[in-house]
């Protein structure tokens, strides 16, 4: 076995030279793989916009491929990209071999990353792509490879050390591999206009799922809403307070605009003997704070903490189409 590098100090046993012996090597990790990132940004070519081109033309799914520790990167490429509105799927290239390259069609195309480019294992593969023409893309660590040269585009990564003393262990070449990945599964959503609302649909759980709900989707609506007249009486006005349980209601006008509000505040600041023979108008609060449908039910959370309120109209212009309350996003998640 070789002898370590002189990368790697040797440990005295004291815990302050054990925690700067670690500190050292984490960063030295670190900064090795933003190096070959580094590099491999400005290396980028032409044969990335062909990679995306052929990957972006796709009829059927694009089929991730990678035996060990590439394996497991293509394992999350084929996630990501599907997550972001680009079919696709991991076929391991040893089950591959027995019976699986029935999973993929002529209408696919495959995306293969290798560092060495000469993984016995990817043989079958490479084999089936070319006998049903199916386009192959690449990830290698060099050019010259049997990959390299069996691929339709080939992305070559930059030739930077693996990090490690022993320099052998993949590290830099897996970091290198899995941002590549990244590069095409956002350049791929980029081209289709890959929207919020679309990522949402992939991600409705989570904190992404919570991050990307709109008011729409949580409000009541227009026949929960709670609606008087500004000439109506705080007698009527209340029977609407309470059948509707939002602990306030909306004036309209006569063409359905809104015109203020009345909240349980308003009562409890007017409390005098005439209260219940006094009209809408009298207490409620002009141009209340209003939010739109359309808006991120997290926006909604804020505004409503900010201004101290536990509820919002929601509007269509100035026309109110729903209501959304705080317990309503509490419920959802949203806080």
């Known amino acids: 076995m070789n002898a370590p590098s002189d990368n790697a100090a040797p440990l005295t046993g004291s815990d302050d030279s054990a925690e700067n012996h670690d500190l050292a090597a984490g960063r030295r990790v670190l900064q090795l793989e933003a190096r070959a990132l580094a590099r491999l940004a400005d290396e980028l070519g032409a044969?990335?916009?062909?990679?995306?081109?052929?990957?972006s033309q796709v009829k059927g799914r694009i089929v991730v491929s990678g035996m060990g520790k590439s394996g497991h990167i293509g394992n999350k490429i084929a996630a990501t990209m599907a997550s972001t509105g680009t079919l696709a799927i991991f076929v391991h290239p040893a089950e591959a071999s027995h019976g699986d390259l029935g999973m993929i069609t002529d209408e696919d195309a495959l995306l293969v990353p290798s560092n060495s480019g000469e993984t016995t294992e990817l043989g079958d593969m490479l084999n089936f792509s070319k006998r049903y023409e199916i386009p192959m893309i690449a990830i290698v660590g060099r050019a010259g490879t049997t990959l390299a040269e069996s691929a339709d585009v080939a992305l070559i990564m930059a030739d930077e050390p693996e990090a490690g003393t022993l320099g052998l262990a993949p590290t830099t070449s897996t970091t290198m591999t899995l941002a590549l990945g990244d590069a095409l599964a956002v350049a791929l959503f980029e081209r289709k206009a890959f929207s919020e609302s679309d990522f949402h649909v992939f991600h409705p759980g989570g904190k992404l799922g919570q991050s990307l709900v709109r008011v729409r989707d949580i409000m009541?609506?227009?026949?929960?809403?709670?609606l008087i007249g500004p000439d109506t009486l705080m007698s009527k006005a209340l029977i609407v307070m309470t059948a509707k349980r939002f602990g306030c209601v909306g004036v309209i006008d006569a063409a359905g605009d809104l015109l203020g509000i009345v909240t349980d505040g308003d009562l409890r600041r007017n409390l005098t003997d005439d209260l219940l023979e006094r009209t809408a108008s009298d207490l409620m609060t002009e141009a209340p704070t209003v939010i739109r449908e359309d808006a991120l039910a997290a926006e909604a959370v804020h505004v409503m903490n900010e201004r101290q309120i536990t509820g919002l109209f929601v509007t269509d212009g100035t026309r109110p189409v729903g209501i959304l309350h705080i317990h309503d996003c509490l419920k959802a998640g949203i806080s």
């Open 220 to 226: 009541h609506g227009a026949d929960d809403l709670p």
């Open 47 to 55: 044969n990335f916009s062909q990679a995306v081109e052929i990957l």
